[in-house]
């Protein structure tokens, strides 16, 4: 699978990977939903860590298609919310 961190790049993720990301992504809904700053950043940070912990650096003139995107580390809430708006971020 591959996925895409906005404004950072593109990852492979190994098979598996998604479940586990699902989960804290579940967490950032719940920030996005409370409008919890605190708590959305710090639910961003970890998602977008273990996503590049788990994941290999394509390199930059690799063309894949991504199935997922990701928001960078500077997305905001409403940014995020508008994203989620289709059910989240990742699949489940």
Same mark, same amino acid.
């Given at each position: 699978? %591959? %996925? $895409? ?5 593109? @990852? ?6 998604? +479940? ?18 605190? =708590? @959305?950043?710090?639910?961003? $940070?970890?998602? *977008?860590? $273990? =996503?590049?912990? *788990?994941?290999?650096?394509? &390199?930059?003139?690799? /063309?894949? &298609?991504?199935?997922? %995107? *990701?928001?960078?580390?500077? =997305?905001? /809430?409403? +940014?995020?919310?508008? *994203? ?5 971020? %990742? &699949?489940?």
């Amino acid at each position: 699978m %591959i %996925i $895409r961190i906005m404004g950072e790049g593109q @990852f492979r993720l190994p098979e598996g990977a998604v +479940e586990e990301l699902n989960h804290l992504d579940t967490d950032l809904e719940s920030a996005v939903e409370r409008h919890d700053e605190d =708590a @959305f950043h710090t639910a961003l $940070r970890k998602l *977008l860590d $273990r =996503a590049r912990d *788990l994941g290999e650096v394509l &390199p930059p003139d690799a /063309i894949e &298609p991504s199935d997922l %995107i *990701l928001p960078g580390e500077g =997305a905001t /809430i409403e +940014e995020v919310r508008d *994203l989620l708006a289709d059910g989240g971020l %990742i &699949p489940g």
